[in-house]
């Protein structure tokens, strides 16, 4: 799951992301052996009543997947997908923010590609470079309630990407019996050792690039309905 060894040019005026100091490069790595460590000890649950991993083993697809599950969300990848593809790669958007150059960090540690952007800045970039990404053949992650919510909410720029890449959305979500919850925004859940671990597929949803603005609004109200479905909190 390693990046290409020449990185995606794409060439945009934007302003640049926070890069990661060293301090805290050593606390992605802390972060990305702790979740390692409590992976191990999980119970994970398969449900997947559509299909999905058969469907997806021979093309890419844009994961969409809560801001408050991202703990095991590249765990539940590399467990479920990442063998049945023959070792496909995946890109993940992570904000342009200093918290987001943590979150880079970690993608990197697990063997993903951070995409840095967000609705809020460099929002262009990020999906040019997706699109790129999706070329080359690599899998696409998306938190459509990041990076600043409202919690559960699905901002647009998925449809678009959606439609320039020609690759399906796959809603995902996984849910802990045991777990804490952070009072942050997003009620983040950090997965406590030896919880069941229920890792759910939603239906594959496919976004013609001939849709209008408001056949947009439908997919973006059908993908949050099948993503609340799937969600147990």
């Not at 000890?41 to 890419?60: A, E, F, I, M, Q």
């Not at 890109?91 to 993903?112: K, N, P, T």
């Not at 720029?157 to 802990?176: E, R, S």
Request: charged share 25%; glycine share 6%; aromatic share 8%.
């Amino acid at each position: 799951m390693a990046a290409p060894s020449e990185p995606v040019n794409v060439r945009t005026r934007d302003i640049e992301p926070f890069q990661l100091s060293p301090g805290r490069r050593r606390l992605a790595w802390l972060i990305y052996w702790a979740i390692r460590c409590i992976n191990l000890t999980l119970r994970w649950r398969l449900h997947d009543p559509h299909d999905v991993l058969g469907r997806s083993r021979s093309r890419p697809v844009i994961f969409c997947a809560w801001h408050n599950r991202l703990a095991l969300a590249l765990p539940a990848w590399k467990r479920h997908f990442e063998p049945r593809t023959g070792g496909r790669r995946i890109a993940a958007i992570a904000s342009a923010s200093r918290d987001g150059s943590l979150v880079a960090g970690v993608l990197q540690c697990f063997g993903a590609q951070p995409v840095r952007g967000s609705s809020s800045r460099r929002g262009l970039h990020a999906m040019l470079e997706l699109v790129e990404w999706s070329k080359q053949g690599f899998d696409l992650a998306i938190t459509p309630d990041g990076p600043r919510g409202p919690l559960y909410s699905v901002q647009p720029g998925i449809v678009p990407l959606a439609q320039l890449t020609g690759l399906p959305i796959v809603p995902i979500c996984y849910n802990l019996p045991w777990k804490i919850r952070l009072k942050s925004w997003d009620r983040f859940q950090i997965p406590l050792p030896f919880s069941r671990c229920d890792f759910h597929l939603g239906e594959l949803i496919e976004v013609p690039k001939s849709y209008r603005d408001n056949e947009r609004a439908g997919v973006l109200a059908r993908l949050r309905d099948a993503m609340l479905a799937i969600t147990r909190d």
